[in-house]
């Protein structure tokens, strides 16, 4: 089975603070998204990659970057944590060439207070 | 922005009745795809169906497209309290790139 392990569940942050947030992916998948999600909203794209080092920005990129030097890690990075990034953070990877779906990871609820 | 939206957007069935959930789109896609969300966890994919297909099932699953109108269908046939979950539509768009766009959910529930 494909596993994609976020590094936290919860994680609580002060304002101002670089965050990172971690992905593993075991499947040799192609493609890693990352997401928020918060109630009324549903899920929004925050950034998605396609290869190692190959990144795209989704809807809402603003005040995060990411990293995937390695196929199987891809990071989110929170560069300076506001309270408007308190979220639930989710993770995922699918094949690629659309051939499959996407498998998430549990999520990580972020608090920035 | 996103992509789909599903419609209702909250569904409440008794135990053993169909549920059907459906999922409208903006732009062109490769292929649409369902997938459910208990409270609290990771999104867990139910079904894919590329934009050549119109009607796909799986196990109480069946899903239909129909690109002309921008729109797809999910129906689960003879519902259990275990169906009871958030379920969104996904396009994963045409042109290269293959971004998941994500709806904003809709809830079911299936009173026992």
């Known amino acids: 089975d494909v596993k994609v392990t976020q590094s936290s569940r919860y994680l609580v942050k002060r304002t101002g603070e670089k965050v990172f947030l971690e992905c593993v992916q075991d499947m040799d998948h192609e493609n890693m998204f990352w997401y928020r999600q918060d109630p009324g909203l549903g899920l929004r794209l925050i950034y998605f990659s396609y290869d190692v080092k190959m990144k795209e920005k989704g809807d809402i990129p603003e005040g995060y970057s990411v990293s995937r030097e390695k196929k199987e890690r891809f990071s989110l990075i929170l560069e300076s944590a506001s309270t408007n990034q308190t979220s639930m953070y989710l993770c995922?990877?699918?094949?690629?060439?659309?051939?499959?779906?996407?498998?998430f990871g549990q999520g990580t609820r972020l608090t920035v207070v | 922005s996103q992509q789909g939206e599903e419609d209702p957007q909250a569904l409440s069935i008794q135990e053993g009745e169909n549920a059907t959930m459906n999922c409208s789109y903006k732009t062109s896609i490769n292929n649409l795809q369902w997938y459910r969300q208990n409270s609290g966890r990771g999104l867990v994919h139910l079904i894919l169906?590329?934009?050549?297909?119109r009607e796909k099932h799986s196990g109480r699953l069946r899903v239909t497209l129909d690109t002309s109108k921008k729109s797809s269908s999910l129906l689960i046939t003879a519902s259990r309290a275990a169906d009871t979950a958030s379920y969104f539509c996904?396009?994963?768009?045409?042109?290269?790139?293959?971004?998941?766009?994500f709806g904003k959910g809709m809830k079911l529930t299936v009173n026992p």
């Open positions: 996904a396009t994963g768009l045409q042109g290269g790139s293959e971004k998941l766009v």
């Open positions: 995922a990877s699918s094949l690629g060439r659309g051939l499959s779906g996407a498998f």
């Open positions: 169906i590329r934009s050549n297909e």
